[in-house]
């Protein structure tokens, strides 16, 4: 249901946007600066303006559009409609005294209400231009005046003149911009505006900026905000197909049942008004045109048409001046797919058959006009829109093998779908394809895999299963399976293994075949658990054995890529990326696309795994280029973007990330694979402080994970994104809540990869909740201390592999420090001196914190090494090295800065505050050392204040008085820069100075 009739959400034209305010900024500081906005109909010119005026603040926007009139606009209207706005706000007196000299008779010319326009010939003319000039000057001198003149197609020759007689003198007009639109689609070779264009586009202030239609992720974005809901795909697809992007024509779309139904009338009026001026015989011509779709080409054309090549072109010729068709190489296009569905739906019922038909047989007589597989997919179009069901079955047949070699795997699945559609109407359809229904299930759900159509291909396949008998049909059987096995994995379906193993089951070993190396080979992939190594190794190099065998390089290649997973860990990268590499060559071999992706896919993502970003990114990025090269774009290329958008969030090229995953979202990739990319988008927006966006993405993420079963590359990131999600909204006992049961219940041991980094969220949200000693966060606190011992225990059972996973938990034990005392161990009296116990713990952290950067500068990360810089400025504060301190806080925030990273810069910015760093007078010398700039006592009196200890208490426990401890408590508030004692005691718990407190 249609909520609004236009979008809320102004959309793709953020760059224009900034085009159009940094011009207004150059006016507001006295550079002239002009602005000439095209585009097509419907846009968004206008939008624009309207959003460009909200945001214009003090200037003063006058806006005017020329009007349509025969074949001329009506002279002057836009500056006409100005003056009238004017008058409505300054009254007519208000307007004459603006005029320079008061003379504001020859604003009559415009207006009557300026009296009679005196003398008539060039003079006047020109003096009414001085005077428009003179009256925009002295409305700038007040403010900044924005000048838009819109629908400037329409403008008559008198405007034109105008106009380009205020922008070549706008120099003088001191705070002035002036801002015209037109129409680009309305300007064919001998429109009068052209001319004008190109004159002043070579004016130095002149910007020409021209608006593009919308992308599908813009275009889904404007439906969402229309519908307050994201429209379901089908429906998105069929609506931007239809329009193309065009703003007005999506929204037109919308009001009309989701874009399924028939055009609405104003919208087909606005398409077909061109056409209606044009030649009746011209206008013949596009009606056959529209039979043939959105391009056709000349040869055609003319053959459908019975028209030689020159009467065709001279019929054609009109259209293409009236930008209603464009010529497109050999061949012409309709100007926007609308008019040709406009055209089409105008066709009368025999009128549609007849020309389809016509259209069909000439692609029979010589299909070679076409281009393969589209001429084979055009006829089976044909034959079916002409109703004729047995060609139509036959042609899409065809169809469906042409464009499986030309490996265009949507067009395969619709050419199929339509010979299922069409089965129970051809009585002999098995006999005329050479296929049974069987088959043809078979190969449709196979091809909808390879389409990314995932829920269709299980669809399809549970359809087939429910036909086959196994006892007496295994071999397809057993086909069968392992396409719904491969399918339900992708998509994250529960029961892959069990489609494999039965699989395995029904084809015998004996003789080696094609299809049980296959099966064999799959079913190694799927074996995920540790306990499942030798199993999965042994089953694929069976595999591995038998394609070699039968001469299945894809098979070959697969296995080894297998079977190098299972032997290979991140720190071993260099051997593993050789046997990648000979995996690879196998493939090339023989082209075996699938596997040359899969190779691309494990390669990108043992590079991440092991801390090579770099290489991981050029890796993948190849192997996008190469998916669309084989019409996989949707599926391998799409995941291919997740293997580069992860190390380009990495090396902290976060906006480049965001670029990657935009472009595969707009190929509306399955839906774990768009999880997964929505995952990179939420880690961004969270150390950016974009919460609501990150927790946009979260939810969205989170309905496609509910409804399948994921492995740990899946989930655990997901956990640690709602884990910090919650603490970003200030929800740390919903977080530490989430830690800590994941830490109960969940196997953190199986997946170092993607364990440490959880593990590094769990220690930052830990060891700060633990600190909170605030009233109402004590049990906060109490929950955080509790889960610290298994945090440390989880970690003690996973070693690290590679260097990435060593960064990470060097950072985890800074984080932590070092281990507490073993239980039994005895405990320093809380009488004697803490301070050499005390020094001792920031020693450590010092190099800790210090390792922890090194490695992370190794690894070229810039977001874990800046927080780990915070970590070592605090480190070093408390060691009294405030100079450390200050530069390590500094190169924290050049690399924030860098990022965007606002969350830490003001962490940084507090520290730094506190601490009276960065020129600043120092509230302390740098000291002797002590840790926090704090003497032996104030150390003793921090202890007591971290056990949460009154200061009557304290008194009675050091046998010192109570206004000394008053003193001390003080001193030790001042030099640690916060506000209280919670912050006081929440600082020595992050910096563990009293570990061994009970």
Same mark, same amino acid.
């Given at each position: 249901?249609?909520?609004?009739?236009?979008?809320?959400?102004?959309?793709?034209?953020?760059?224009?946007?900034?085009?159009?305010?940094?011009?207004?900024?150059?006016?507001?500081?006295?550079?002239?600066?002009?602005?000439?906005?095209?585009?097509?109909?419907?846009?968004?010119?206008?939008?624009?303006?309207?959003?460009?005026?909200?945001?214009?603040?003090?200037?003063?926007?006058? !806006?005017?559009?020329?009007?349509?009139?025969?074949?001329?606009?009506?002279?002057?209207?836009? #500056?006409?409609?100005?003056?009238?706005?004017?008058?409505?706000?300054?009254? *007519?007196?208000?307007?004459?005294?603006?005029?320079?000299?008061?003379?504001?008779?020859?604003?009559?010319?415009?207006?009557?209400?300026?009296?009679?326009?005196?003398?008539?010939?060039?003079?006047?003319?020109?003096?009414? #231009?001085?005077?428009?000039?003179?009256?925009?000057?002295?409305? +700038?001198?007040?403010?900044?005046? /924005?000048?838009?003149?819109?629908?400037?197609?329409?403008?008559?020759?008198?405007?034109?003149?105008?106009?380009? #007689?205020?922008?070549?003198?706008?120099? $003088?007009?001191?705070?002035?911009?002036?801002?015209?639109?037109?129409?680009?689609?309305?300007?064919?070779?001998?429109?009068?505006?052209?001319?004008?264009?190109?004159?002043?586009?070579?004016?130095?202030?002149?910007?020409?900026?021209?608006?593009?239609?919308?992308?599908?992720?813009?275009?889904?974005?404007?439906?969402?905000?229309?519908?307050?809901?994201?429209?379901?795909?089908?429906?998105?697809?069929?609506?931007?197909?239809?329009?193309?992007?065009?703003?007005? #024509?999506?929204?037109?779309?919308?009001?009309?049942?989701?874009?399924?139904?028939?055009?609405?009338?104003?919208?087909?009026?606005?398409?077909?008004?061109?056409?209606?001026?044009?030649?009746?015989?011209?206008?013949?011509?596009?009606?056959?045109?529209?039979?043939?779709?959105?391009?056709?080409?000349?040869?055609?054309?003319?053959?459908?048409? %019975?028209?030689?090549?020159?009467?065709?072109?001279?019929?054609?010729?009109?259209?293409?001046?009236?930008?209603?068709?464009?010529?497109?190489?050999?061949?012409?296009?309709?100007?926007?797919?609308?008019?040709?569905?406009?055209?089409?739906?105008?066709?009368?019922?025999?009128?549609?058959?007849?020309?389809?038909?016509?259209?069909?047989?000439?692609?029979?007589?010589?299909?070679?006009?076409?281009?393969?597989?589209?001429?084979?997919?055009?006829?089976?179009?044909?034959?079916?829109?002409?109703?004729?069901?047995?060609?139509?079955?036959?042609?899409?047949?065809?169809?469906?093998? +042409?464009?499986?070699?030309?490996?265009?795997?949507?067009?395969?699945?619709?050419?199929?779908?339509?010979?299922?559609?069409?089965?129970?109407?051809?009585?002999?359809?098995?006999?005329?394809?050479?296929?049974?229904?069987?088959?043809?299930?078979?190969? $449709?759900?196979?091809?909808?895999?390879?389409?990314?159509?995932?829920?269709?291909?299980?669809?399809?396949?549970?359809?087939?299963?429910?036909?086959?008998?196994?006892?007496?049909?295994?071999?397809?059987?057993?086909?069968?399976?392992?396409?719904?096995?491969?399918?339900?994995?992708?998509?994250?379906?529960?029961?892959?293994?069990?489609?494999?193993?039965?699989?395995?089951?029904?084809?015998?070993?004996?003789?080696?075949?094609?299809?049980?190396?296959?099966?064999?080979?799959?079913?190694?992939?799927?074996?995920?658990?540790?306990?499942?190594?030798?199993?999965?190794?042994?089953?694929?190099?069976? +595999?591995?054995?038998?394609?070699?065998?039968?001469?299945?390089?894809?098979?070959?290649?697969?296995?080894?890529?297998?079977?190098?997973?299972?032997?290979?860990?991140?720190?071993?990268?260099?051997?593993?990326?050789?046997?990648?590499?000979?995996?690879?060559?196998?493939?090339?071999?023989?082209?075996?696309?699938?596997?040359?992706?899969?190779?691309?896919?494990?390669?990108?993502?043992?590079?991440?795994?092991?801390?090579?970003?770099?290489?991981?990114?050029?890796?993948?990025?190849?192997?996008?280029?190469?998916?669309?090269?084989?019409?996989?774009?949707?599926?391998?290329?799409?995941?291919?973007?997740?293997?580069?958008?992860?190390?380009?969030?990495?090396?902290?090229?976060?906006?480049?990330?965001?670029?990657?995953?935009?472009? +595969?979202?707009?190929?509306?990739?399955?839906?774990?694979? *768009?999880?997964?990319?929505?995952?990179?988008?939420?880690?961004?927006?969270?150390?950016?402080?974009?919460?609501?966006?990150?927790?946009?993405?979260?939810?969205?993420?989170?309905?496609?994970?509910?409804?399948?079963?994921?492995?740990?590359?899946?989930?655990?990131?997901?956990?640690?994104?709602? !884990?910090?999600?919650?603490?970003?909204?200030?929800?740390?006992?919903?977080?530490?809540?989430?830690?800590?049961? =994941?830490?109960?219940?969940?196997?953190?041991?199986?997946?170092?990869?993607?364990?440490?980094?959880?593990?590094? $969220?769990?220690?930052?949200?830990?060891?700060?909740?633990?600190?909170?000693?605030?009233?109402?966060?004590?049990? !906060?606190?109490?929950?955080?201390?509790?889960?610290?011992? *298994?945090?440390?225990?989880?970690?003690?059972?996973?070693?690290?592999?590679?260097?990435?996973?060593?960064?990470?938990?060097?950072?985890?034990?800074?984080?932590?420090?070092?281990?507490?005392?073993? =239980?039994?161990? =005895?405990?320093?009296?809380?009488?004697?001196?803490?301070?050499?116990?005390?020094?001792?713990?920031?020693?450590?952290?010092?190099?800790?914190?210090? /390792?922890?950067?090194?490695?992370?500068?190794?690894?070229?990360?810039?977001?874990?090494?800046?927080?780990?810089?915070?970590?070592?400025?605090?480190?070093?504060?408390?060691? %009294?090295?405030?100079?450390?301190?200050?530069?390590?806080?500094?190169?924290?925030?050049?690399?924030?800065?860098?990022?965007?990273?606002?969350?830490?810069?003001?962490?940084?910015?507090?520290?730094?505050?506190?601490?009276?760093?960065?020129?600043?007078?120092?509230?302390?010398?740098?000291?002797?050392?002590?840790?926090?700039?704090?003497?032996?006592?104030?150390?003793?009196?921090?202890?007591?204040?971290?056990?949460?200890?009154?200061?009557?208490?304290?008194?009675?426990?050091?046998?010192?008085?109570?206004?000394?401890?008053? !003193?001390?408590?003080?001193?030790?508030?001042?030099?640690?820069?916060?506000?209280?004692?919670?912050?006081?005691?929440?600082?020595?718990?992050?910096?563990?100075?009293?570990?061994?407190?009970?």
């Amino acid at each position: 249901m249609t909520v609004h009739a236009v979008s809320p959400l102004f959309v793709g034209r953020a760059r224009e946007l900034a085009v159009l305010r940094d011009a207004l900024g150059e006016a507001r500081a006295g550079v002239p600066a002009t602005v000439l906005v095209g585009g097509e109909a419907g846009v968004g010119k206008t939008r624009l303006l309207g959003e460009f005026a909200d945001r214009a603040d003090d200037a003063l926007v006058l !806006v005017g559009g020329c009007l349509e009139l025969g074949t001329e606009g009506l002279p002057f209207a836009p #500056f006409t409609a100005v003056l009238r706005g004017l008058v409505r706000r300054l009254g *007519r007196d208000g307007v004459a005294a603006l005029v320079p000299g008061g003379a504001a008779g020859g604003l009559a010319r415009l207006l009557p209400e300026f009296g009679e326009p005196g003398r008539e010939g060039a003079e006047a003319r020109a003096r009414l #231009f001085e005077l428009v000039l003179g009256l925009l000057e002295r409305l +700038a001198e007040e403010r900044p005046v /924005a000048l838009v003149i819109e629908d400037a197609h329409w403008a008559d020759r008198s405007t034109r003149d105008l106009l380009s #007689f205020l922008v070549r003198y706008q120099r $003088t007009a001191g705070r002035l911009l002036l801002v015209v639109t037109y129409r680009s689609d309305e300007l064919h070779r001998t429109h009068p505006l052209r001319p004008m264009l190109a004159e002043l586009g070579r004016v130095e202030w002149v910007t020409r900026v021209e608006l593009r239609r919308l992308t599908r992720r813009e275009a889904v974005a404007q439906a969402a905000s229309i519908l307050e809901r994201r429209p379901a795909d089908a429906d998105m697809d069929l609506i931007y197909a239809r329009s193309e992007g065009n703003p007005l #024509f999506v929204e037109a779309l919308l009001s009309e049942g989701g874009g399924r139904g028939d055009l609405p009338e104003s919208l087909r009026d606005l398409l077909l008004a061109r056409v209606e001026r044009l030649p009746e015989e011209t206008q013949e011509l596009l009606r056959v045109a529209s039979a043939g779709g959105q391009r056709l080409e000349h040869d055609l054309l003319s053959a459908v048409a %019975g028209l030689d090549d020159n009467a065709l072109s001279r019929a054609l010729r009109p259209a293409v001046a009236g930008n209603v068709l464009v010529v497109d190489g050999e061949g012409y296009s309709f100007r926007h797919a609308l008019i040709r569905e406009a055209l089409h739906d105008d066709l009368l019922p025999g009128e549609h058959t007849r020309l389809h038909t016509r259209y069909a047989e000439a692609l029979e007589r010589d299909l070679s006009i076409l281009p393969a597989p589209r001429g084979a997919i055009e006829l089976a179009h044909h034959w079916h829109a002409a109703h004729d069901s047995t060609w139509a079955l036959v042609s899409a047949w065809r169809a469906a093998a +042409a464009a499986r070699t030309s490996t265009a795997y949507d067009e395969q699945l619709r050419m199929l779908s339509r010979v299922l559609e069409l089965w129970d109407q051809v009585p002999d359809a098995a006999g005329r394809i050479g296929a049974d229904r069987l088959e043809a299930l078979r190969q $449709t759900a196979v091809v909808a895999h390879l389409a990314g159509e995932y829920e269709r291909s299980i669809a399809l396949a549970g359809a087939l299963l429910a036909e086959l008998d196994p006892a007496t049909d295994p071999v397809r059987t057993a086909v069968v399976l392992r396409q719904r096995g491969l399918t339900r994995y992708d998509l994250g379906r529960p029961g892959h293994l069990d489609d494999l193993r039965r699989a395995a089951s029904l084809v015998p070993a004996e003789p080696p075949s094609r299809l049980r190396a296959q099966v064999l080979e799959s079913l190694s992939r799927m074996l995920f658990r540790p306990e499942d190594k030798d199993e999965k190794i042994a089953t694929a190099e069976i +595999a591995r054995e038998i394609a070699r065998a039968v001469g299945d390089a894809n098979v070959e290649a697969n296995s080894l890529i297998t079977a190098t997973w299972a032997r290979y860990r991140y720190h071993e990268i260099e051997t593993q990326m050789e046997a990648f590499a000979e995996a690879r060559r196998i493939a090339a071999a023989a082209d075996a696309y699938n596997a040359l992706m899969r190779c691309a896919i494990s390669e990108s993502d043992a590079l991440e795994g092991a801390g090579w970003h770099e290489r991981a990114a050029e890796v993948a990025r190849a192997g996008i280029a190469d998916s669309a090269h084989y019409g996989l774009a949707r599926t391998s290329g799409t995941f291919l973007a997740i293997n580069l958008a992860e190390p380009l969030v990495s090396l902290g090229r976060w906006d480049e990330a965001l670029e990657v995953i935009e472009q +595969a979202l707009d190929l509306t990739p399955p839906a774990p694979y *768009r999880a997964s990319l929505q995952g990179f988008i939420t880690d961004i927006a969270l150390a950016r402080g974009q919460l609501d966006r990150a927790e946009q993405l979260f939810d969205a993420s989170r309905g496609v994970l509910s409804r399948g079963t994921y492995r740990d590359q899946t989930l655990l990131p997901h956990l640690r994104r709602k !884990v910090e999600l919650l603490e970003a909204r200030g929800q740390a006992g919903e977080a530490v809540r989430e830690a800590a049961e =994941a830490l109960a219940e969940r196997d953190l041991v199986s997946s170092p990869r993607y364990v440490w980094q959880l593990l590094v $969220t769990f220690a930052h949200l830990l060891t700060a909740a633990g600190g909170r000693t605030a009233p109402g966060r004590a049990s !906060v606190a109490e929950e955080a201390t509790a889960a610290l011992p *298994r945090l440390r225990e989880v970690a003690r059972r996973i070693g690290t592999e590679g260097e990435l996973q060593e960064a990470q938990r060097l950072t985890f034990e800074a984080l932590l420090g070092p281990e507490p005392p073993a =239980a039994g161990e =005895a405990v320093r009296p809380r009488s004697e001196s803490p301070a050499p116990d005390v020094e001792a713990r920031v020693a450590w952290r010092v190099k800790a914190w210090e /390792a922890a950067v090194g490695a992370w500068v190794d690894l070229g990360q810039p977001y874990p090494e800046a927080r780990a810089l915070l970590g070592s400025a605090q480190a070093l504060l408390a060691a %009294g090295d405030r100079q450390g301190a200050a530069a390590r806080l500094e190169r924290a925030r050049e690399l924030a800065t860098r990022l965007g990273a606002a969350p830490l810069l003001e962490q940084l910015d507090v520290v730094r505050r506190r601490a009276r760093l960065g020129g600043g007078p120092s509230d302390e010398p740098a000291g002797d050392g002590q840790p926090l700039g704090l003497t032996a006592r104030e150390l003793e009196v921090l202890r007591e204040v971290t056990n949460g200890r009154s200061n009557r208490e304290i008194a009675e426990t050091l046998v010192i008085s109570v206004k000394t401890v008053s !003193v001390h408590v003080s001193n030790i508030l001042a030099k640690l820069g916060v506000a209280g004692r919670g912050e006081a005691a929440a600082t020595a718990h992050r910096l563990h100075l009293f570990d061994d407190l009970p």
